[in-house]
């Protein structure tokens, strides 16, 4: 079975950083491009950041310069480092495989930006 | 704010067809495929539609997806209550070099 597992949430100040991890299990995870998707409360989903097999990474513009992607296949694990975190950041953070669309996510970890 | 263009909101009772549109550009659903996702909330969204109009293996046959031009549309006929959910459209963006969501739409079940 497919799972895709977020850590690394939580409460930080405008300013601050903080890195998201996301577990794969149940699947070659070093043959699939995997992104981060997120949803600020009560708004739509919005895409944050992909990174492909060979490890080419993309950015939406609103997080480029602050955001970095990296996976590690050894450990079938996807980072995202987070910094000059804004309240604009507060969102569920989803992490999700580039299959067929994206088509199989966790279960999303919350980041709150507040002072 | 997001490139593509859909409805806020869509409805019908149960048994009857509703259709969501998706509206973009050249860069994005005009020149690349189109994605579907349906998502309840406090759930991961899942995936509906790929390739503008392919079903993944589990998504019932009532869900089509259809695309011409810079536009695309999400079709749900036999409506169920179990189809309310929030539904988005997707695509890369060749401009942006990102993928981009679509407004999303809330379809409820009368």
């Known amino acids: 079975e497919v799972q895709l597992v977020e850590s690394g949430g939580g409460l930080v100040q405008p300013g601050g950083s903080l890195r998201l991890s996301c577990a794969a299990s149940?699947?070659?995870?070093?043959?699939?491009?995997m992104h981060w998707v997120r949803q600020p409360t009560g708004k739509g989903l919005e895409w944050v950041s992909g990174?492909?097999?060979?490890?080419?990474?993309y950015y939406a513009g609103s997080v480029k310069g602050r955001f970095t992607l990296s996976r590690e296949n050894a450990k079938s694990s996807l980072y995202l480092q987070m910094n000059s975190l804004e309240a604009g950041d507060t969102a569920i953070y989803y992490c999700?495989?580039?299959?067929?669309?994206?088509?199989?996510w966790g279960r999303g970890i919350l980041v709150t930006v507040s002072s | 704010q997001s490139v593509l263009t859909q409805p806020p909101s869509a409805s019908g009772t149960p048994g009857q067809r509703v259709t969501i549109s998706c509206s973009g550009s050249?860069?994005?659903?005009?020149?690349?495929?189109v994605y579907w996702y349906q998502h309840l909330p406090g759930t991961a969204p899942k995936v509906l539609i790929y390739?503008?109009?392919q079903r993944p293996s589990g998504v019932p046959d009532r869900f089509s997806g259809s695309k011409s031009g810079n536009s695309a549309s999400l079709a749900i006929s036999g409506l169920r209550s179990e189809d309310e959910a929030d539904y988005y459209c997707?695509?890369?963006?060749?401009?942006?070099?990102?993928?981009?969501f679509g407004t999303g739409t809330e379809v409820t079940v009368l």
């Open positions: 999700a495989r580039g299959g067929q669309g994206f088509d199989a």
């Open positions: 149940g699947f070659t995870f070093s043959l699939f491009d």
């Open positions: 990174i492909g097999k060979a490890g080419e990474t």
């Open positions: 050249s860069s994005n659903i005009g020149s690349n495929s």
């Open positions: 390739r503008n109009n």
């Open positions: 997707a695509a890369w963006d060749g401009s942006l070099s990102g993928h981009v």
